[in-house]
């Protein structure tokens, strides 16, 4: 059984990502960090690229520690993002040259260079990265596990080695598209009629994210009780029957880790086998790690943190 740390999102976080290494008993050698006893590697879940100011040694350490077998790197939207933002299609660039989109992905084009050898090189290795991991003892995936789109991909988890892949995950509705968006973006359902929330960048939604691992008994609650993050102003009413559905939950086999939801506070288990490792280094919260025994229900004080610089 491999022993792993687990780390949330970083997002170009590199003295954090150093400090969090250092506490949990990695050490540089010989080009990359490696546990003091030999017996863990670290399980990454994606997004170490946009907003922070260290973008490139970011990706360098991870996949140093990859290449050197010392670690477990997950693609994260993120790194889909961009790899698609530099990807044309049929149509033009398969992801769109916005203001928002260029805005979201400013700090890694001006710390790499738009068209530098290191970042050429950088993307081709987002493409060999997978969605999801797992073994006997544990789960994890950058946003939501939803087993019947990991189930079709565990043939070719390193989706985006293939360019066909990636075309497909332009077009709405392909099985692409859907693992993309729920996967490594998370599930959403839509907001009552005339409600909107405004998530951390801004941007004015009519749907919410959600705590997609509640059981179905869990499931009767408000919109207010299963948005994630949770928002202010959500209403309290019931989600629907037919919205309820569209939740998968989890069957709770095995712990599963995930990232990406921008958390505050103290990092904790969201659930007996369900944690997730987002606490918003990038925006002055914490970069958080888990530390796995292969425990069947998960322990607070297994949370390692650090707060942003």
């Known amino acids: 059984m491999a022993a792993f740390d687990i780390i949330g999102d970083i997002h170009g976080c590199s003295l954090e990502l150093t400090e969090l290494l250092r506490i949990l008993g990695y050490r540089e050698r010989n080009g990359a960090f490696r546990h003091e006893s030999g017996g863990r590697r670290i399980l990454f879940l994606g997004d170490y690229i946009d907003r922070g100011p260290e973008i490139p040694a970011v990706v360098d350490t991870v996949r140093a520690m990859v290449e050197a077998d010392t670690a477990v790197a997950l693609l994260g939207n993120h790194e889909y993002n961009a790899v698609a933002f530099h990807t044309a299609g049929p149509q033009g660039w398969l992801r769109s040259r916005s203001d928002a989109h260029m805005a979201q992905h400013l700090q890694t084009l001006c710390q790499y260079g738009i068209d530098s050898p290191r970042w050429k090189s950088a993307l081709n290795w987002f493409r060999s990265l ?51 968006e729920n996967v490594l973006k998370g599930v959403e359902i839509p907001l009552p009629p005339g409600t909107s929330i405004v998530d951390k960048e801004g ?107």
């Open 130 to 180: 997978p969605v999801f991991y797992e073994d006997a003892t544990l789960r994890a995936v950058h946003a939501a596990w939803i087993p019947d789109l990991i189930g079709k991909a565990r043939s070719s988890p390193s989706v985006l080695r293939s360019h066909q892949f990636l075309a497909k995950s332009a077009e709405r509705g392909s099985f692409e598209f859907q693992l993309i």
């Open 203 to 309: 941007k004015s939604r009519q749907r919410t994210r959600v705590r997609w691992w509640l059981g179905r008994s869990e499931r009767a609650r408000s919109y207010r009780d299963i948005a994630m993050p949770p928002y202010e102003g959500l209403p309290d009413a019931h989600v629907p029957p037919y919205v309820v559905d569209l939740l998968p939950g989890y069957d709770g086999v095995k712990p599963v880790f995930f990232g990406h939801y921008w958390l505050r506070g103290d990092p904790s288990p969201l659930a007996p086998q369900v944690a997730c490792l987002d606490y918003s280094a990038a925006r002055g919260g914490r970069l958080a790690a888990y530390r796995f025994d292969g425990e069947r229900n998960l322990r607070p004080d297994a949370f390692v943190s650090v707060p942003a610089r």
